[in-house]
């Protein structure tokens, strides 16, 4: 009897075994099935699947806007220093200053005496530059002309010169800039010593176009570290001294050494200094002081010119300019020549404009002019 009851006990043991490895076995199947399906195969990359991540476009526009440089106090363009020290990608400027002054008398009656007269100078400056990286260039036209017309006498010229530069740079850091330029200086009409002959003719004439006509090239180094002061030094300069009126080619006149001679040149060193001062809001003086020595010819003889010019400002319009100009070359006369020119007049600027800036400041461009002989 205990053997059968220990077989049945058996018999139901195997039995509860048999199905709990039997659903066991079923639940491995699912996990496994499970763990195939959100797995990644790492021993192949043959079932590997892409993805794609859609792309949204959206229309950007991306407006430069010019970087203006605006003067403190007024846009008269005097060096490169804020130009090139600009964030700006702006590659060209424009930039012009027109002056028309005036001067005029009238007597009737009057007792004291005097001559009616009236006046007329007029002046423009025009720069056209070109920036890219550390390289600029300059190209600057300056000309003037001024007539006097008094009661009992011929129109007299007071003023007449043409100044032309163009002057390149290489910005080598630290303020100093790989220097290189050329200039030429002339005049437009004959003109005439009215000391001597009150009343001249064609025939008095002592100059005229080209005669003289100047013309200077050299190559050096320029340090800029300020706004308003410039020192341009180039050791190495050619000038060439044109007199090409037959009537004026004598020995000793503009420095010619023989007579029928109608080109003199000479080599040497150049130097020029321009220093701003702003002595007021609307009141400035600006001062260029030009040295040249040769080294063919007397080095020791340096050529000194200097231009300083008061500039005062009533209004946008509205302004009055004082210019001194000293000449001293030995090989042209031993005495220091002098002239002085006032006005008072119409001035106009033209420039790119601070549209952005409510006080509509003008642009300022990036290179000193030069002194005009």
């Known amino acids: ?181 050329i200039q030429f200086l002339s005049q437009f009409s004959p003109g005439y010593n009215y000391s001597t002959t009150p009343e001249p003719v064609y025939n008095d004439r002592i100059s005229k176009f080209m005669a003289p006509g100047y013309l200077n090239i050299g190559l050096g180094i320029s340090y800029n570290p300020k706004e308003n002061f410039q020192v341009i030094f180039r050791p190495a300069t050619g000038r060439f001294t044109f007199v090409l009126d037959p009537k004026l080619q004598v020995a000793g006149n503009y420095g010619l050494e023989r007579n029928g001679q109608s080109v003199r040149t000479e080599f040497g060193a150049l130097a020029n200094i321009m220093y701003k001062l702003q002595i007021m809001k609307d009141f400035s003086f600006t001062n260029q002081l030009n040295l040249f020595s040769s080294y063919t010819s007397h080095p020791e003889r340096v050529d000194i010119s200097y231009t300083g010019v008061v500039n005062i400002k009533f209004n946008k319009f509205i302004s009055t300019i004082i210019s001194v100009d000293l000449l001293y070359d030995h090989d042209q006369i031993q005495k220091l020549q002098l002239k002085q020119t006032l006005g008072v007049g119409i001035s106009y600027n033209l420039g790119l404009q601070a549209e952005d800036r409510p006080d509509g400041k003008k642009f300022i461009k990036p290179f000193g002019t030069g002194v005009r002989g």
């Open 1 to 181: 009897m205990n053997r059968v009851l220990i077989g049945t006990l058996f018999f139901f043991a195997m039995l509860v075994s048999a199905q709990h490895a039997k659903t066991k076995a079923v639940i491995d199947s699912i996990n496994q099935a499970k763990w195939k399906e959100n797995s990644v195969n790492v021993d192949s990359l043959s079932n590997f699947s892409m993805v794609k991540i859609p792309r949204i476009k959206i229309d950007t526009i991306i407006i430069q806007q010019p970087v203006v440089i605006a003067a403190l106090t007024e846009p008269i363009p005097v060096t490169p220093y804020q130009i090139m020290r600009s964030p700006s990608l702006r590659r060209w400027y424009v930039y012009g200053q027109n002056n028309v002054l005036f001067n005029q008398a009238a007597f009737s009656n009057w007792n004291a005496g005097g001559n009616n007269s009236v006046g007329i100078n007029a002046k423009v400056n025009y720069s056209l530059i070109y920036k890219k990286g550390r390289h600029f260039l300059d190209n600057n036209f300056q000309l003037g002309y001024g007539l006097v017309s008094s009661q009992g006498q011929s129109s007299r010229k007071t003023d007449d010169y043409i100044n032309i530069m163009s002057n390149y740079g290489y910005d080598l850091r630290k303020n100093y800039y790989l220097s290189a330029g």
